[in-house]
Nanobody, 123 residues
Framework: VQLQASGGGLVQAGGSLRLSCAAS????????MGWFRQAPGKEREFVAT????????YYADFVKGRFTISRDNAKNMVYLQMNSLKPEDMAVYYC?????????????????WGQGTQVTVSS
């Protein structure tokens, strides 16, 4: 599957951004989707995941209550609404397609990755 992430940019601390990820190439609605991020000098880390139907979501503790993942299977899109952004949220954000329908925080459970979109948060 091909994934194209967009929506990153520069925002002040406390602001909001909405990331989008467009998928093509396989039956989108059969697979879980996830968002991950990677800051300079750090490993890629899990942010949020959503199951095939959108009925189940799971978040990293550091984004709970601030970020919301959603999907539109009719449009082959997954989104990450990010509110109350902090400087420590600054990273390249990647969307990924899962190997199965269920949610997972594990990078190894994802087999397709987008190119990433930069999120910069100024203090």
């Amino acid at each position: 599957v091909q994934l194209q992430a967009s929506g990153g940019g520069l925002v002040q601390a406390g602001g909001s951004l909405r990331l989008s990820c467009a998928a093509s190439g396989r039956t989108f609605s059969r697979y879980a989707m996830g968002w991950f991020r990677q800051a300079p000098g750090k490993e890629r880390e899990f942010v949020a995941t959503i199951n095939w139907s959108g009925g189940s979501t799971y978040y990293a503790d550091f984004v709970k209550g601030r970020f919301t993942i959603s999907r539109d299977n009719a449009k082959n899109m997954v989104y990450l609404q990010m509110n109350s952004l902090k400087p420590e949220d600054m990273a390249v954000y990647y969307c990924a397609a899962g190997r199965t329908a269920g949610t997972s925080w594990n990078l190894a459970d994802y087999d397709s990755w987008g190119q990433g979109t930069q999120v910069t948060v100024s203090s």
